[in-house]
């Protein structure tokens, strides 16, 4: 069974950064998609931003071009989630995936909040 992690999330106020983690516990980490998505309260889960295998390919929501970046450490089994510029849209639990939204695995989220 895989374990997701998520840590780094708190309350900012707007414009600041956060950068979130997400720590898996098994060793074919390095073999799988990762990706983050967040919720906010009475929306749907959306994707935020996604990174390929060996992390060549990324892709991100068009609300967070140019704001958040993706990344990750295959060594140290980890993802990290660069937020910059924040935005109180940006407010929700994010969560971290691995091996996409339909059959992966997902952390327990974490929440951040970003106040006017």
């Known amino acids: 069974q895989v374990q997701l992690a998520e840590s780094g999330g708190g309350l900012v106020q707007a414009g600041a950064a956060l950068r979130l983690s997400c720590a898996a516990s098994?060793?074919?980490?390095?073999?799988?998609?990762m990706g983050w998505f967040r919720q906010a309260p009475g929306k749907e889960r959306e994707f935020v931003a996604g990174?390929?295998?060996?992390?060549?390919?990324?892709w991100s929501a068009d609300s967070v071009k140019g704001r958040f970046t993706i990344s990750r450490d295959n060594a140290k089994n980890t993802v990290y989630l660069q937020m910059n510029s924040l935005k109180p849209e940006d407010t929700a639990v994010y969560y971290c995936?691995?091996?996409?939204?339909?059959?992966?695995?997902w952390g327990q989220g974490t929440q951040v909040t970003v106040s006017s």
């Open positions: 995936n691995q091996g996409g939204p339909t059959n992966g695995y």
């Open positions: 098994e060793r074919t980490f390095g073999r799988y998609f």
């Open positions: 990174i390929s295998a060996s992390g060549a390919s990324t």
